[in-house]
């Protein structure tokens, strides 16, 4: 389960406020790239919390409440890239660009921050990127629980402009379902049209 333990030792370095960073939504075909940064309050607990890819949408829902209540005393941020600048700079780039913005978004501004996965080209912030970083660090947990939240509530929206390609099933990923949906119906205008079988539902090469 993740913990506190990176963070706490970057505060005992004389960082005030840690963020931690995470996205949703880079291997879909359709929908946004969503990216969100969470700073914990010293000593946050949360038995539950951790990968939002290991907890189920029932759980996610409950932590997500949990975590940005105000009470909670958690600063939380997320930023939402669509399909259209995805396809303008690329799945990566929009990624990066989500997480920075994330970041810029927080009321409080961190002084350092870490994140999941591989170093983010011009992060604004002094950063350490963490492998499996949201199975490790509680904030990072909490941050890919927010933006999986957010990024699923949009799909659910979009299923019912729509309906007819199952968003609300498979939240835009390439499953047997979604593909299938394509080569009926061709693409709809929130699919990544840069995407190879977006591309091929078009006859494209």
Known sequence: MPDLLIEEELIKKGHKFVAGIDEAGRGPLAGPVVAAAVILPIGYRSGNLNDSKKISPKVRESLYDQLTNPSSGVVWSFSVIGPEIIDDINILNATFRAMSQSALGLEKEPSFAIIDGNPV???PYPYQSIVKGDSRCLSIAAASVIAKVERDRLMM???????RYGFDRHKGYGTKVHLNALETYGP???????????RQAQGLN
Do not use: T
């Open 121 to 123: 080209k011009g992060f």
């Open 157 to 163: 929206k979009y299923s019912e402009v729509y309906p």
């Open 188 to 198: 709809c205008p929130i699919h990544r049209q840069s995407f190879a079988p977006v």
